[in-house]
């Protein structure tokens, strides 16, 4: 009798530890909206153009990185409907390598996008007017959330007989607001 009770025991206190153990391991993930505030940013990638109209004899490429300072931005994902906004402003300072050739800047950033934003497997969309911004979800905790977005587009502008290819890579950190 005795040892009929302990055995009973010894599988009521294993059954619930398993079952305890593996409910620990199926966290449920944190919502992803709220107020986020930029801490941390970094980048880098390079810059190419082709003149294809044989206006210049080469076509030339240069490397860049860059760090983000001084943050006082704010991304606030709302939940029904799924709009965004940002604001506020961050500093970057940009290093790029042009043939050799070593520049620095300062930048300041002023932030002020909208739209919407969805999330699809493990990336987060943004909406603007042009084309969704895919964020690959780095990290997203109760307190954290990191994004990285491969850049590549174009830029055409007055300054330049050719368009600019940007290509690289761009990660942010930032911290939940309480």
Known sequence: MMKTKYCSLLFVVTTLTIFLFSCHDEQI???ISGNWTLVELNGSGTMSAEDKQHIKPDSFIYSYTYTGKDFDAVLKLEKEPDVFSESGQYKETRTIDSMGTIITENVTHILGGNGEWYVEEDSLFF?????P???????????????????????????????????GTEIRTYERNQ
């Open 127 to 131: 909406l603007n007017f042009i084309s």
């Open 29 to 31: 993930p944190p919502s």
């Open 133 to 167: 911004i895919k964020n690959e979800i780095l990290m997203l905790t109760v307190s954290t959330l990191k994004l990285k977005e491969n850049i590549d587009y174009y830029q055409y502008d007055g300054n330049h007989m050719f368009p600019q290819h940007f290509e």
